[in-house]
Protein backbone atom coordinates (compact mmCIF):
# COMPACT_ATOMS: atom_id res chain seq x y z
CA UNK A 1 0.00 0.00 0.00
CA UNK A 2 1.48 3.22 -1.04
CA UNK A 3 1.47 6.43 1.66
CA UNK A 4 -1.82 7.95 1.43
CA UNK A 5 -3.32 11.07 2.92
CA UNK A 6 -6.91 10.14 4.18
CA UNK A 7 -9.24 10.56 6.29
CA UNK A 8 -11.36 9.02 9.23
CA UNK A 9 -14.53 10.10 11.07
CA UNK A 10 -15.12 9.86 14.70
CA UNK A 11 -17.68 10.72 17.10
CA UNK A 12 -16.08 13.91 17.95
CA UNK A 13 -13.42 14.65 15.50
CA UNK A 14 -12.33 14.18 11.53
CA UNK A 15 -8.92 12.18 11.75
CA UNK A 16 -5.85 13.56 8.92
CA UNK A 17 -3.97 10.28 8.79
CA UNK A 18 -1.36 8.16 6.53
CA UNK A 19 -1.77 4.74 5.55
CA UNK A 20 1.47 2.96 4.30
CA UNK A 21 2.86 -0.81 3.82
CA UNK A 22 0.89 -3.70 3.50
CA UNK A 23 -2.91 -3.87 4.37
CA UNK A 24 -2.68 -7.12 6.17
CA UNK A 25 0.76 -6.59 7.84
CA UNK A 26 0.80 -5.77 11.83
CA UNK A 27 -0.60 -2.20 12.63
CA UNK A 28 1.40 0.37 14.13
CA UNK A 29 0.31 4.01 15.14
CA UNK A 30 2.77 6.31 15.17
CA UNK A 31 1.87 9.22 17.40
CA UNK A 32 3.55 13.13 16.91
CA UNK A 33 4.69 14.88 19.72
CA UNK A 34 4.22 18.87 20.15
CA UNK A 35 4.87 21.39 18.73
CA UNK A 36 5.18 18.87 15.97
CA UNK A 37 3.25 17.46 13.20
CA UNK A 38 3.02 13.73 11.42
CA UNK A 39 5.89 15.05 8.99
CA UNK A 40 8.03 13.80 12.36
CA UNK A 41 7.82 10.19 11.23
CA UNK A 42 8.34 10.54 7.68
CA UNK A 43 11.76 8.62 7.86
CA UNK A 44 10.40 5.99 10.31
CA UNK A 45 7.40 5.48 8.82
CA UNK A 46 9.36 4.58 5.56
CA UNK A 47 11.46 1.51 7.22
CA UNK A 48 8.64 0.39 9.57
CA UNK A 49 6.10 0.04 6.25
CA UNK A 50 9.36 -1.65 4.10
CA UNK A 51 9.40 -3.66 7.31
CA UNK A 52 6.09 -5.31 6.72
CA UNK A 53 4.12 -3.00 8.53
CA UNK A 54 0.67 -1.49 8.28
CA UNK A 55 1.87 2.05 9.45
CA UNK A 56 -0.74 4.74 9.87
CA UNK A 57 0.20 8.19 11.44
CA UNK A 58 -2.67 10.35 12.66
CA UNK A 59 -2.70 14.06 12.62
CA UNK A 60 -3.28 14.93 16.61
CA UNK A 61 -6.47 16.89 17.29
CA UNK A 62 -5.43 20.59 17.03
CA UNK A 63 -3.09 19.89 14.33
CA UNK A 64 -2.36 19.64 10.66
CA UNK A 65 -5.72 18.64 8.62
CA UNK A 66 -7.77 16.70 11.61
CA UNK A 67 -10.37 18.86 12.93
CA UNK A 68 -13.68 19.11 15.23
CA UNK A 69 -16.97 18.00 14.20
CA UNK A 70 -18.67 20.34 16.65
CA UNK A 71 -17.63 23.60 17.93
CA UNK A 72 -19.50 22.31 21.44
CA UNK A 73 -16.68 20.01 21.90
CA UNK A 74 -14.11 20.81 24.89
CA UNK A 75 -10.79 21.67 23.32
CA UNK A 76 -9.52 18.85 25.94
CA UNK A 77 -5.66 18.08 25.56
CA UNK A 78 -5.48 15.86 27.81
CA UNK A 79 -3.14 12.41 27.10
CA UNK A 80 -6.97 10.64 27.98
CA UNK A 81 -8.41 12.63 25.19
CA UNK A 82 -5.66 11.74 22.86
CA UNK A 83 -5.54 8.14 23.29
CA UNK A 84 -9.51 8.00 23.17
CA UNK A 85 -8.48 9.53 19.97
CA UNK A 86 -6.52 6.38 19.08
CA UNK A 87 -8.67 4.32 20.19
CA UNK A 88 -11.53 6.44 18.21
CA UNK A 89 -8.95 5.80 14.87
CA UNK A 90 -8.44 2.27 15.29
CA UNK A 91 -12.39 1.31 15.34
CA UNK A 92 -12.80 3.69 12.23
CA UNK A 93 -10.41 1.35 10.55
CA UNK A 94 -11.53 -1.41 11.81
CA UNK A 95 -8.25 -2.46 13.75
CA UNK A 96 -8.34 -4.58 16.93
CA UNK A 97 -4.89 -4.72 18.14
CA UNK A 98 -1.86 -2.49 17.38
CA UNK A 99 1.47 -1.63 18.61
CA UNK A 100 2.11 2.16 19.11
CA UNK A 101 5.00 4.81 18.70
CA UNK A 102 4.96 7.77 20.16
CA UNK A 103 7.19 10.93 20.52
CA UNK A 104 6.54 13.37 23.14
CA UNK A 105 3.13 13.60 23.66
CA UNK A 106 2.35 10.66 21.52
CA UNK A 107 4.51 9.04 24.68
CA UNK A 108 2.24 9.79 26.86
CA UNK A 109 -0.40 8.68 24.35
CA UNK A 110 1.27 5.59 23.94
CA UNK A 111 1.63 5.26 28.10
CA UNK A 112 -2.14 5.98 28.80
CA UNK A 113 -3.30 3.74 26.39
CA UNK A 114 -0.84 0.93 27.90
CA UNK A 115 -2.59 1.96 30.99
CA UNK A 116 -6.20 2.24 29.72
CA UNK A 117 -6.22 -0.41 26.96
CA UNK A 118 -3.93 -3.26 28.01
CA UNK A 119 -6.29 -5.63 25.43
CA UNK A 120 -5.94 -3.45 22.54
CA UNK A 121 -2.17 -2.37 23.01
CA UNK A 122 0.46 -5.12 21.98
CA UNK A 123 3.73 -3.15 22.73
CA UNK A 124 4.86 0.41 22.95
CA UNK A 125 7.25 2.76 22.17
CA UNK A 126 7.91 6.39 23.40
CA UNK A 127 10.53 8.82 22.70
CA UNK A 128 11.61 11.39 24.56
CA UNK A 129 9.46 11.32 27.50
CA UNK A 130 9.36 8.85 30.82
CA UNK A 131 6.56 6.88 32.08
CA UNK A 132 4.20 8.52 34.55
CA UNK A 133 2.07 7.02 37.26
CA UNK A 134 -0.92 7.45 37.72
CA UNK A 135 -1.11 9.67 35.03
CA UNK A 136 0.11 12.31 37.64
CA UNK A 137 1.92 15.54 37.14
CA UNK A 138 4.34 16.38 39.79
CA UNK A 139 6.57 19.31 40.74
CA UNK A 140 10.20 19.00 38.87
CA UNK A 141 13.49 19.68 40.57
CA UNK A 142 14.57 23.14 40.02
CA UNK A 143 17.12 21.97 37.14
CA UNK A 144 14.15 20.08 35.34
CA UNK A 145 11.70 23.27 36.07
CA UNK A 146 13.80 25.36 34.80
CA UNK A 147 13.96 23.48 31.19
CA UNK A 148 9.61 23.51 31.75
CA UNK A 149 9.70 27.68 31.46
CA UNK A 150 7.43 27.34 28.44
CA UNK A 151 4.75 25.10 30.84
CA UNK A 152 5.38 27.83 33.61
CA UNK A 153 4.42 30.65 30.95
CA UNK A 154 1.46 29.13 29.43
CA UNK A 155 -0.03 29.07 33.12
CA UNK A 156 0.45 32.36 33.53
CA UNK A 157 -2.92 34.47 33.27
CA UNK A 158 -1.22 36.33 30.04
CA UNK A 159 0.26 33.41 28.97
CA UNK A 160 -2.39 32.29 26.20
CA UNK A 161 -2.79 35.64 24.55
CA UNK A 162 1.05 36.09 24.15
CA UNK A 163 0.69 32.18 23.16
CA UNK A 164 -1.97 33.07 20.60
CA UNK A 165 -0.62 35.95 18.81
CA UNK A 166 2.81 34.45 17.36
CA UNK A 167 2.21 30.62 17.88
CA UNK A 168 4.78 29.39 15.53
CA UNK A 169 7.46 32.10 17.62
CA UNK A 170 6.49 30.06 20.36
CA UNK A 171 6.85 26.93 18.38
CA UNK A 172 9.64 27.79 17.26
CA UNK A 173 11.72 28.74 20.53
CA UNK A 174 11.01 25.08 21.40
CA UNK A 175 12.75 23.49 18.13
CA UNK A 176 15.81 25.72 18.88
CA UNK A 177 16.54 24.90 22.54
CA UNK A 178 15.30 21.46 22.95
CA UNK A 179 18.35 19.71 21.12
CA UNK A 180 21.65 20.57 19.88
CA UNK A 181 22.14 22.77 17.13
CA UNK A 182 21.99 22.01 13.16
CA UNK A 183 19.49 19.51 12.95
CA UNK A 184 16.87 21.06 11.24
CA UNK A 185 16.38 23.91 8.49
CA UNK A 186 14.05 26.63 7.79
CA UNK A 187 12.47 24.82 4.61
CA UNK A 188 11.38 22.09 7.60
CA UNK A 189 10.46 24.08 10.12
CA UNK A 190 8.27 26.03 7.70
CA UNK A 191 6.67 22.93 6.50
CA UNK A 192 5.89 21.47 9.85
CA UNK A 193 4.71 24.71 11.13
CA UNK A 194 1.58 24.63 8.69
CA UNK A 195 0.21 22.08 10.99
CA UNK A 196 0.04 24.82 13.42
CA UNK A 197 -2.21 26.90 11.17
CA UNK A 198 -5.25 24.44 12.47
CA UNK A 199 -7.76 26.64 14.39
CA UNK A 200 -7.13 24.66 17.69
CA UNK A 201 -3.45 23.93 17.74
CA UNK A 202 -3.20 26.75 20.30
CA UNK A 203 -6.53 25.77 22.31
CA UNK A 204 -5.03 22.47 22.77
CA UNK A 205 -1.97 23.32 22.94
CA UNK A 206 -2.94 25.42 26.21
CA UNK A 207 -5.37 23.11 27.76
CA UNK A 208 -2.66 20.30 27.32
CA UNK A 209 -0.71 22.32 29.70
CA UNK A 210 -2.59 24.37 31.80
CA UNK A 211 -4.62 21.08 32.93
CA UNK A 212 -1.26 20.24 34.30
CA UNK A 213 -0.88 23.17 36.71
CA UNK A 214 -3.48 24.99 37.15
CA UNK A 215 -7.28 24.48 38.38
CA UNK A 216 -10.46 24.69 36.26
CA UNK A 217 -9.31 24.37 33.07
CA UNK A 218 -11.93 22.85 30.64
CA UNK A 219 -12.09 19.07 30.82
CA UNK A 220 -14.18 17.08 28.18
CA UNK A 221 -16.80 15.03 30.77
CA UNK A 222 -16.75 12.02 28.15
CA UNK A 223 -13.29 10.96 29.44
CA UNK A 224 -14.09 11.08 33.08
CA UNK A 225 -14.34 7.77 33.92
CA UNK A 226 -10.79 6.94 32.15
CA UNK A 227 -9.23 10.26 34.40
CA UNK A 228 -10.91 8.14 36.97
CA UNK A 229 -9.48 4.24 35.94
CA UNK A 230 -5.71 5.95 34.80
CA UNK A 231 -5.16 8.26 38.22
CA UNK A 232 -4.96 4.13 40.14
CA UNK A 233 -2.80 2.77 37.36
CA UNK A 234 1.17 2.62 38.33
CA UNK A 235 2.22 0.09 36.54
CA UNK A 236 2.20 -1.30 32.78
CA UNK A 237 2.17 -4.77 31.46
CA UNK A 238 2.59 -3.78 27.83
CA UNK A 239 5.99 -4.76 26.59
CA UNK A 240 7.99 -1.24 26.28
CA UNK A 241 10.67 0.36 24.73
CA UNK A 242 12.10 4.00 26.15
CA UNK A 243 14.19 5.85 23.51
CA UNK A 244 15.56 8.92 25.31
CA UNK A 245 18.11 11.30 23.72
CA UNK A 246 21.22 11.85 25.82
CA UNK A 247 21.21 15.55 24.84
CA UNK A 248 17.54 16.48 25.31
CA UNK A 249 17.55 20.31 26.74
CA UNK A 250 13.51 19.85 27.32
CA UNK A 251 13.59 16.17 29.21
CA UNK A 252 16.55 15.90 31.22
CA UNK A 253 17.64 12.42 30.32
CA UNK A 254 18.13 11.18 34.10
CA UNK A 255 14.33 11.82 34.14
CA UNK A 256 13.68 8.34 32.18
CA UNK A 257 16.06 6.41 34.35
CA UNK A 258 15.13 3.58 37.41
CA UNK A 259 11.75 3.16 35.81
CA UNK A 260 12.09 -0.50 35.29
CA UNK A 261 9.63 -1.34 38.66
CA UNK A 262 6.61 0.02 37.02
CA UNK A 263 6.58 -2.28 33.90
CA UNK A 264 5.61 -5.80 34.47
CA UNK A 265 5.63 -7.16 30.52
CA UNK A 266 9.16 -5.80 29.75
CA UNK A 267 10.86 -2.81 29.65
CA UNK A 268 13.68 -1.56 27.87
CA UNK A 269 15.75 1.71 27.66
CA UNK A 270 17.96 3.31 25.12
CA UNK A 271 19.96 6.60 25.68
CA UNK A 272 21.02 7.55 22.09
CA UNK A 273 24.49 9.85 22.61
CA UNK A 274 24.34 13.56 21.12
CA UNK A 275 20.41 13.40 20.39
CA UNK A 276 18.23 15.94 21.54
CA UNK A 277 14.43 16.16 22.24
CA UNK A 278 13.31 14.72 18.75
CA UNK A 279 14.75 11.50 18.24
CA UNK A 280 12.59 10.65 15.31
CA UNK A 281 13.93 13.54 13.12
CA UNK A 282 17.48 13.47 14.50
CA UNK A 283 18.06 9.64 14.34
CA UNK A 284 15.70 8.26 12.35
CA UNK A 285 17.86 5.41 11.02
CA UNK A 286 18.89 4.35 14.69
CA UNK A 287 14.73 5.25 15.67
CA UNK A 288 13.70 2.96 13.35
CA UNK A 289 15.98 0.00 13.86
CA UNK A 290 15.01 -0.32 17.72
CA UNK A 291 11.01 -0.18 16.65
CA UNK A 292 11.40 -2.73 14.51
CA UNK A 293 13.46 -5.08 16.82
CA UNK A 294 10.80 -4.38 19.71
CA UNK A 295 7.86 -4.93 17.75
CA UNK A 296 9.08 -8.37 16.49
CA UNK A 297 10.55 -9.47 19.95
CA UNK A 298 8.49 -12.98 20.52
Known sequence: MDDQNLLARTTKLEIAYTE????NGPSV??????????RAWTVVAARLAAAGFRTIVPDLRGAGKTRFLSSDTPRDGSG??????????????????????????????AYTLAALFPGRISRIAGLALQFQ??????????????????????ALDGGPAAVAADPKGFARLQWDTWSPP??????????????????????????????????GEVSDPAYAALREKL?????LSTPTLMIQGGADFCDEPASSEGMEGYFT??????????????PPREAPDAVADLVIAHLRTE
Do not use: C
Request: charged share 25%; net charge negative.
Open 20 to 23: SGPA
Open 29 to 38: MLVHGWPDAA
Open 80 to 109: VALAQDVIDLADALGIDRFDVVGHDWGART
Open 133 to 154: PKGAFELPHFSQARKLWYQWFM
Open 182 to 215: GWFDEDEFARTAAAFDNPDWVPITLNGYRRRWRE
Open 231 to 235: AAIDQ
Open 265 to 278: GGYKRVVLDGVGHF
